[in-house]
């Protein structure tokens, strides 16, 4: 397939700046896979699942990884974080170009020898300074500065391991007490851990899909996860995975597509660069809970290769058509 037939029109108005007040009160589409489209409320969600089902989510952390540098002149700079290579050693982002020092704090200052690499110097806990100086790398197209509001609400109730530069976005519907009623059902939630860095986000410059190439990212798997999972696969209930990066992380996994980076037998960690698209056969997942994505994005083909590209753009269609809010804080769709 091309790029370009997963491009759509979406009107401004409709990309969510803020979260809502509530996180489960978002909408909820339920695509069937027949087709059939149902608009309910994220708070619905446990009526879909089953007992003896699985709801896998991402417990990655966000942290504010977006710095801001003075240079010797006086001029601003902003520093995105993206990976930590080697101790001190820090792939990043930058808006502008410029080699040298930049003061970030008293505590901390970033050396830049080329626009993707810096050493970073503090004095101190490195990610307490990150917390006290950072912001939140808010998408650009919501267009207005983070707050310190976002540090909450650009995270899920139960991410635990800092590593992200952007949200796992399908879970910041989940409350605890949403969760709390899944489990009561006799649903099983269970976490994995992938952060999100510049593979989920990069845009793709290739005109054909198979041409494009994924950055890897880090993740984490409990060995005992995956006999949970052939269990439940083996018992006849479903797989639900929520987001597209829990989605990537046990698929690239479960299909061989990742480089081991521990020989832990209990923890497996390691990258993945799994692109899944259209054709590609999922070998755990059976349903998914996911935003609303961008046009013409990894995560959006990811979707389509779940449910098939009709069916997922005429939902499209639909929720456009009736006003749902789109992007990292908007509202969600579910994959039956």
């Given at each position: 397939m091309k790029v370009?037939?997963?491009?759509?029109?979406?009107?401004?108005?409709?990309?969510?700046?803020?979260?809502?007040?509530?996180?489960?009160?978002?909408?909820l589409l339920v695509l069937h896979r027949d087709g059939k489209i149902e608009h309910r409320r994220f708070s619905d969600l446990p009526s879909y699942l089953d007992a003896g089902d699985m709801l896998l989510v991402n417990n990655t952390k966000v942290f504010p990884a977006r710095l801001i540098g003075f240079k010797p002149s006086g001029g601003r700079l902003e520093l995105l974080l993206v990976r930590e290579k080697e101790s001190g050693i820090w792939e990043v982002l930058t808006k502008g170009w410029f080699t040298g020092t930049l003061k970030i704090s008293e505590e901390l200052s970033a050396e830049l020898y080329d626009e993707k690499i810096a050493h970073l110097k503090y004095s101190g806990d490195f990610m307490d300074i990150v917390w006290k100086y950072g912001s939140m790398p808010l998408p650009p197209y919501i267009k207005r500065q983070p707050d310190e509001s976002d540090k909450e609400r650009y995270q899920t109730v139960y991410a635990k391991k800092q590593g992200s530069i952007a949200a796992p976005t399908a879970g910041l519907h989940f409350t605890d007490r949403l969760l709390k009623e899944i489990t009561s059902r006799g649903i099983m939630v269970r976490e994995l851990t992938l952060h999100v860095g510049t593979g989920t986000f990069r845009p793709i410059k290739a005109d054909n899909i198979e041409k494009h190439y994924m950055d890897p990212e880090?993740?984490?798997?409990?060995?005992?996860?995956?006999?949970?999972?052939?269990?439940?696969?083996?018992?006849?209930?479903?797989?639900?995975?929520?987001?597209?990066?829990?989605?990537?992380?046990?698929?690239?996994?479960?299909?061989?597509?990742?480089?081991?980076?521990?020989?832990?037998?209990?923890?497996?960690?390691?990258?993945?660069?799994?692109?899944?698209?259209?054709?590609?056969?999922?070998?755990?997942?059976?349903?998914?809970?996911?935003?609303?994505?961008?046009?013409?994005?990894?995560?959006?083909?990811?979707?389509?290769?779940?449910?098939?590209?009709?069916?997922?753009?005429?939902?499209?269609?639909?929720?456009?058509?009736?006003?749902?809010?789109?992007?990292?804080?908007?509202?969600?769709?579910?994959?039956?």
């Open positions: 370009p037939d997963f491009d759509f029109y979406l009107p401004e108005n409709l990309i969510a700046k803020r979260p809502l007040k509530e996180r489960d009160n978002s909408r880090y993740f984490e798997v409990d060995i005992n996860l995956i006999s949970e999972i052939e269990k439940v696969k083996n018992s006849g209930k479903r797989l639900i995975t929520v987001g597209t990066t829990t989605t990537r992380a046990i698929e690239g996994y479960v299909s061989g597509q990742f480089q081991s980076s521990s020989e832990d037998l209990s923890l497996i960690k390691g990258y993945t660069d799994i692109f899944i698209y259209p054709s590609y056969e999922f070998k755990a997942v059976d349903s998914l809970i996911t935003n609303f994505h961008l046009p013409r994005s990894t995560p959006l083909m990811l979707t389509s290769a779940l449910c098939g590209y009709k069916k997922l753009m005429e939902s499209y269609t639909s929720a456009i058509a009736r006003g749902y809010r789109f992007f990292s804080y908007g509202d969600a769709m579910l994959i039956l």
